[in-house]
């Protein structure tokens, strides 16, 4: 394998209509965006609908990841992410707010960035911490990964056996570990 091709595992969120544009179609069409961005799929997950986080904050969203391979670092992977976003009218007003389209890098094969130590800084963060602070670097694995079953339901689709590089677990096992209650309004939309 091409060591400048990197291996990504990216969600994608949406909750708000752009114009006539339903969220459904607004993650397809991002799914077209990010072909026409150099960036390869190799496998896509159904698409979920689940109730946005924090849970009654705002409409459900329709969720789902795709696995990716680019000849992109992580923040030229980011920065591509946020320019698709921008088309598709993201603003960037309240953390965890709802939104248009929300691509978020999840994963770079392997890898923690941009430390072990920054890292472990923003996985220990509380939830009202969280609702407050935004790291000022790309942080991966997303520290969130293991507590979101929004975002571990399309894994499992895709990549069942992605293990957390710090956590030492795979993706069934985390989503395996988190309460029902977090997984009980999940359900498969395509």
Do not use: C
């Amino acid at each position: 394998m091409d060591p400048n091709n990197h291996q990504f595992l990216i969600a994608l969120g949406s909750n708000i209509s752009l114009g006539k544009t339903l969220p459904l179609e607004i993650i397809e069409r991002a799914i077209v965006e990010l072909v026409k961005s150099d960036i390869n799929l190799m496998s896509l997950s159904r698409f979920y609908e689940t109730p946005a986080y924090p849970e009654g904050s705002g409409p459900n969203f329709i969720n789902s990841v795709v696995k990716a391979k680019a000849n992109y670092s992580s923040q030229e992977m980011l920065q591509k992410l946020h320019q698709i976003e921008k088309k598709f009218e993201r603003q960037r007003v309240n953390r965890w707010g709802a939104r248009t389209l929300d691509l978020d890098l999840l994963a770079l094969k392997g890898q923690v960035l941009p430390s072990r130590k920054i890292f472990q800084k923003w996985f220990d963060l509380s939830v009202s911490e969280q609702k407050k602070k935004i790291p000022s670097e790309l942080v991966l694995p997303h520290p969130r990964i293991q507590d979101r079953a929004f975002v571990l339901s399309p894994i499992l689709d895709i990549e069942p056996n992605w293990t957390h590089p710090i956590l030492n677990k795979t993706a069934l096992q985390l989503y395996g570990e988190l309460p029902e209650q977090a997984k009980k309004n999940i359900k498969v939309v395509q």
